[in-house]
């Protein structure tokens, strides 16, 4: 769930076209799956981020199994992440209730 | 602001802004149930009406007005945790400056300390000056530990700062998802004036008045890049800090200079010669606060993208819809919110826009939630009215009348309205 100002305003109007995903891209044409074929000028990359802690020691870093409630380290409590949740709702306070889990 | 130390107020949960909202508009509306009253009803029986009326308005905006009085007489912003706390006589430590030179006490006293699990933290080192490192500071400044924070770049605010483009991962017309008064650190509140949104400049302010308000200026450390983190066998963790250092004599300095901000032999002009020194410190507990938008993730599986003849950016990297005036844009997902912010931000310069999905979801407008309270209030206080109007009818009518299962009724004793207890048949 996404929430935005006039994104629904906009579809509705036209300004904003949808399509499913992306098949093939080939000079400044895009292929979608639904066969259908548009010329662009830009892309934007709208597809996230990764987490990445490069100066952590890799000891020290988020295991594969996760965190304590999102914040501790399983094995090292006296290591915490903090925000390296994603809420629905406010970052602020998430972020000093992740902090009072220390 | 420096109160005594209340661990209850730290993890204390917020009143919910709905809670005074509801307050608010339950008294709005009770009062004016009246008009309602005196609208729907016929003339005839005006005066009762409007006493029952007023009584009923009344009735149905004593609670939320009661609760709206507890709410204000009682502060119901969040509790704010103290600012520092002051060393007490039980502590387990002295506070100490964690960038002073351990003396060879100390030394002893972690060698006895090696390996036990139930050695307190005293020293914490807080990585990201962030809005998340800066809520870290102030809570560990509050449970009385010795938190120092390092931020890599010149200044805190991290991705909010727009105007330092190496850092900032928002573009120009950026809001806030949630509204300010939900997205916001306990015991320091946005002032009222501001809009309901916050944009990036006023969450900037925000996270800097934040800093002004509780004194966390003196343990913010900024250009300190944090290079490494490792676990000592002590139980502790060593950091190497590289901090970025202006040495005034050029001579001395040449060789070792990695980055002259200006070049040596300008004359009479003073040679800034900055250099680079790592050092290495040692905290009991690591707080990361560097945020989980660091890396751009950029998928692999898009057939031919890097043969695009036109430009490809991240999300991160998007700052105007300037950029994209006239363009044809597509953006690749939604994201959290940036896909669809991102979209409707260029949809008003751009020649057209084109989002491309994989998973659909759900949509909801930003305001949607405020509107639907306002309708829920609205059917809660007529639900109330109706019950409410209904016990005061029969009160004042005596009770409605209960017929035997098959009598015959006559209508016209029914209708006139009849205040003895026995229906007459």
Redesign the interface.
């Known amino acids: 769930m996404t929430d935005s100002k006039d994104f629904l305003n906009a579809v509705a109007l036209g300004r904003i076209e949808l399509k499913p995903t992306i098949k093939e891209v080939s000079g400044s044409s895009v292929h979608f799956t639904d066969g259908s074929v548009k010329d662009f000028d830009a892309v934007v990359l709208a597809t996230g981020f990764r987490r990445a802690v490069p100066f952590i020691h890799p000891t020290l870093r988020p295991t594969h199994r996760g965190l304590y409630k999102g914040t501790l380290h399983p094995r090292r409590p006296r290591v915490a992440y903090v925000l390296f949740v994603m809420p629905f709702g406010s970052h602020f306070q998430v972020a000093e209730l992740q902090v009072s889990l220390f | 602001m420096k109160t005594s130390f209340n661990p209850a107020a730290?993890?204390d949960a917020?009143w919910h802004p709905y809670a005074v909202w509801w307050c608010r508009m339950g008294v709005r509306y009770g009062l004016l149930l009246p008009l309602f009253f005196l609208g729907v009803l016929p003339l005839a029986r005006f005066a009762v009406t409007f006493v029952y009326a007023m009584f009923v308005g009344l009735a149905c905006a004593m609670p939320f007005m009661a609760m709206l009085a507890w709410l204000t007489w009682r502060e119901f912003d969040h509790p704010a945790p103290a600012t520092r706390r002051e060393p007490r006589a039980g502590d387990p430590y002295p506070r100490r400056d964690p960038s002073a030179p351990v003396s060879e006490d100390e030394e002893d006293e972690y060698d006895d300390l090696a390996g036990d699990d139930a050695s307190p933290?005293r020293t914490v080192a807080v990585?990201g000056g962030g809005?998340?490192?800066l809520?870290?500071l102030r809570?560990?400044l509050a449970h009385g530990m010795d938190a120092v924070l390092f931020e890599r770049t010149d200044n805190i605010g991290g991705l909010w700062d727009y105007n330092s483009p190496e850092r900032s991962k928002v573009f120009r017309n950026v809001?806030q998802?949630?509204t300010k008064t939900?997205?916001?650190?306990?015991g320091h509140r946005p002032p009222k004036h501001w809009p309901i949104?916050l944009g990036h400049e006023h969450t900037l302010e925000y996270l800097r008045s934040f800093v002004d308000t509780f004194e966390l200026k003196d343990r913010i450390r900024l250009g300190c890049e944090?290079?490494?983190?490792?676990?000592t066998e002590r139980?502790g963790?060593e950091l190497a800090i590289e901090t970025e250092t202006v040495v005034d004599s050029p001579k001395k300095s040449t060789k070792k200079s990695k980055r002259p901000h200006n070049k040596p032999g300008d004359g009479d002009v003073p040679v800034l010669v900055t250099e680079k020194v790592t050092r290495y410190e040692r905290f009991?507990?690591?707080?990361?606060?560097?945020?989980?938008?660091?890396?751009?993730?950029?998928?692999d599986d898009?057939?031919?993208?890097h043969?695009?003849?036109?430009?490809?950016?991240?999300?991160?990297e998007?700052r105007d819809p300037r950029d994209?005036a006239e363009?044809?844009?597509?953006?690749?997902?939604?994201?959290?919110?940036?896909?669809?912010?991102?979209?409707?931000d260029?949809?008003s310069l751009a020649q057209?826009?084109?989002?491309?999905?994989?998973t659909h979801?759900?949509?909801?407008?930003?305001?949607?939630t405020q509107v639907k309270f306002i309708f829920i209030t609205i059917w809660a206080i007529r639900v109330t009215a109706c019950f409410v109007c209904r016990v005061l009818r029969a009160c004042w009518r005596g009770r409605a009348p209960r017929y035997p299962r098959g009598s015959v009724r006559c209508s016209r004793c029914t209708r006139t309205g009849s205040r003895s207890s026995s229906p007459r048949v």
Do not use: K
């Open positions: 730290l993890s917020p933290v990585i809005a998340a490192g809520a870290t809570q560990m809001l998802n949630v939900h997205n916001r650190f306990a949104y944090v290079l490494s983190c490792v676990e139980g963790f009991d507990a690591v707080c990361v606060c560097t945020g989980q938008l660091t890396a751009p993730s950029i998928p898009i057939v031919g993208l043969t695009f003849e036109g430009a490809v950016v991240h999300s991160s998007y994209l363009a044809r844009v597509l953006v690749v997902g939604t994201g959290a919110a940036s896909g669809s912010d991102i979209a409707q260029a949809c057209s826009v084109t989002v491309s999905v994989r979801r759900w949509m909801i407008h930003r305001g949607l």
